[in-house]
């Protein structure tokens, strides 16, 4: 090739964005002959996908066997980049699931006769094309595609590049069942590059949603980089608060679940608010149920103090706190900076605060939270009440671990994310995050003219039957 | 005053910035006590405000007629920024409609016992703070000011300069109203200059939605410079599309009244798209009529032959279309441009073309359309299944004017904005569009970590009370 042959880099850039684009341009166009199926066809393309997947198996892991070659292979297991014949059963048991759900399309939730022979619904249908961002894990790309053909949406697919191999075979299957079932291709497309990527941010003629599932760092670059709407949440900084009406058990109970159950998950608490009215007996005894679980402090001055009287007077918080339970070297403590009440730790760390009241927590819950999940344990109702009116977050708990926050424990089945928008759709987000609604109107030439000036006729405004 | 006392132009910015940030961070304080209020509390402030209006007529009047030294006459009253008793009466009635509707807040749409002791409700409540930007027309300010008090949401108004004594003295009355019921006066705050427009965009961390209500100019910088979601629509590029199977009397009076009933409105055809199934003598009869009621056309070159020959042969198109008919000069008729296909005229001008059928027709639309409101005429049912389930619109209609897409049409009562946004709220918005929702769990101490691995608990997802 010669220096004029070499496409230079700007023109490289061009091709996968023209690329992207038109893949993009395509998926539209397929989108009205999706919306158009029946909830029979769509859960028969579903079905079918399963079967190839089944009949498929050997080449699929063969795929993954190719993704695995020159990695640490404890990683690949952690990473959660392998399958296996469990997961491939798991991936078709959630298809078997999903085609059992009712249809997400052509509900009717507002119906009114305007007038005479002019009736208004509204009625759910696709949002159209959706962009699907993901890292490492493959099992995500049959599960996703699912959710996208029952919803009748079009998808671009991007999976993580460390399993391309077993992405491509996954999408072929997923090919091979819209062909059979007579569906257009072109309504799903695999996205191969890092820099498809940045081409389908811009697509926002023809994307209609984009959703991310990754790490924060990915979600709060796709957030900052495209004017397409964003499904999902870069940060998870949940709170629990204890209030003075605690019952006690069950908040050292809660938070440790809260901290402890999953710490790498975005709803784990971040924060723990105790309130100034609870006795410093009850205060240091939910902290040391919490560092006798392993988990790190980082206190503000008032409980560090306490801290170090209260524990000092069994043994030394600094080099000895819960030596007789623990073999392993004791969780630190620590003072908090300011940055650590905005701060996700995702590992068994936790901010701890003084605040006064339920009023207080609610300032510093809206101020440095995330609006995802916040809990209150207390017994006092109208304490309940305040807290659930002014949390602005997307999930407000009572006695309840904020861990709670996920689509399948809500009953929603399959779930894509979970939203921290001020917006519907927000908190965990199943099957009907993927549609979105229209209003019909079917009239018999009805004129607007007719309903102003003189002689105008009146609306009816009616309610009648949705369907 | 010295040199170096003179605020620099970035200390003066400054300065803007951080009152408007002030007044909004405030303003959030204050959301969690107005989301804790009766609805009873509400709608009294409400009725409160009402009377205040009543009383303060003169007030009110003699402010508007400061607005309107120096401005000429039939401008203040033609830019709707003159009010009279009339228009305060409007108010105050629309007052006493919003108290009468039901309350947005509280209302359950989802209901699940997660276990024993463990209930999951999807709960609408307040978005939080609202910032408003409109233009001239004061009577917006109360209009708002009574959706934002019915909805629990917080304020921050910025009106038309034209008209600041005018909104001063309207803000007076609602200042006075929630004073006198109790509620927090921070809860509402009125910007004064142009320059808090671009603070109040860079307030995102309290500001949870913008709706701006003005020109399509407004409405593209807003949605361009601001992180806060946009409520509304810069753009109204509304379809009619005549299939072959329409009744073409139906036709031609549904494209008269999209056209011509109020072509400035946002909701007014712009683009008429004829089935080159139609006869010619059909295509020509409807361009007629539009013609005949004064519409310019802008035609694509095959309806452009079409109208050359077929009114040639009763008259020259080019000088004498419709003479006999209209004693002013006739309406320009001219070949489009590409630029045409997408253009909002506001006037009495219209692009059509010939597209074919239905498959076409709907390409067009999701290409040049703005996702607004788009209408077939037609009787046959397949070819409107078809449209209504390709066409991306907010809006899809059959055989009814696009005039329809409309708040109070709908049976919404008041109307904050109109949203071509894919997501929810899209279409014509009530107060419905004023609320969202949270999650609410209530437990007993409930643990995550019981309902995973060995003897783990099974949820239930038993439907319960919506209540």
């Not at 999408?171 to 072109?186: D, H, I, R, T, V």
């Not at 495209?226 to 940060?235: D, F, S």
């Not at 901010?351 to 510093?364: L, M, N, P, Q, R």
């Amino acid at each position: 090739m010669t220096a004029t042959e070499l496409p230079s880099e700007t023109s490289q850039e061009n091709n996968v964005e023209n690329n992207v684009m038109q893949l993009a341009r395509q998926a539209a166009l397929a989108a009205p002959a999706l919306a158009s199926t029946s909830v029979e066809k769509r859960n028969q393309t579903i079905l079918q996908f399963a079967e190839i997947l089944d009949r498929r198996r050997a080449e699929i892991l063969e795929a993954n066997g190719k993704d695995a070659l020159n990695k640490d292979a404890a990683e690949f297991k952690s990473g959660r980049m392998a399958i296996d014949n469990s997961k491939i059963d798991t991936v078709i048991a959630g298809c078997k699931a999903l085609v059992a759900m009712r249809d997400p399309l052509g509900a009717i939730d507002y119906a009114k006769e305007l007038d005479k022979d002019l009736r208004l619904y509204r009625v759910t249908c696709p949002i159209g094309v959706i962009g699907i961002i993901f890292e490492a894990r493959p099992d995500v790309l049959p599960q996703i595609a699912a959710l996208a053909l029952k919803s009748g949406n079009a998808i671009l697919l991007k999976g993580g590049q460390e399993v391309e191999h077993t992405n491509k075979v996954l999408f072929a299957c997923l090919q091979e069942a819209l062909k059979l079932e007579g569906l257009p291709e072109s309504s799903a497309a695999l996205l191969a590059s890092r820099s498809d990527v940045a081409a389908l941010l811009k697509a926002d003629q023809y994307v209609d949603l984009i959703i991310p599932r990754g790490s924060n760092s990915l979600v709060s670059y796709i957030q900052s980089n495209t004017k397409i709407p964003v499904l999902g949440h870069a940060e998870g900084i949940c709170h629990v608060f204890v209030h003075h009406s605690a019952d006690i058990e069950q908040a050292m109970a809660v938070a440790v679940d809260a901290k402890c159950d999953y710490p790498e998950a975005c709803n784990t608490m971040e924060t723990l608010l105790l309130d100034k009215a609870l006795t410093e007996e009850k205060q240091l005894a939910i902290l040391t149920a919490l560092h006798k679980a392993g988990v790190e402090l980082r206190l503000d001055s008032a409980l560090m103090s306490l801290c170090n009287s209260g524990l000092s007077s069994k043994q030394s918080p600094d080099s000895q706190a819960n030596s007789q339970t623990h073999s392993q070297t004791p969780a630190a403590i620590s003072v908090a900076e300011e940055a650590d009440w905005s701060r996700e730790y995702g590992s068994l760390c936790l901010s701890a605060k003084i605040v006064d009241g339920v009023d207080e927590a609610i300032v510093h819950i809206n101020q440095y939270g995330s609006g995802h999940t916040d809990a209150i344990i207390c017994q006092d109702n109208q304490a309940w009440l305040n807290f659930f009116n002014g949390v602005k977050s997307a999930g407000v708990y009572h006695n309840a671990s904020t861990r709670f926050a996920d689509g399948f424990r809500y009953g929603f089945g399959a779930e894509v994310g979970i939203s921290t928008s001020k917006l519907p759709p927000r908190g965990p987000v199943g099957l009907e995050g993927l549609v979105t609604y229209k209003y019909k109107i079917e009239g018999a030439g009805h004129k607007a003219s007719d309903y102003h000036g003189a002689g105008a006729k009146s609306f009816r405004h009616t309610d009648i039957e949705k369907k």
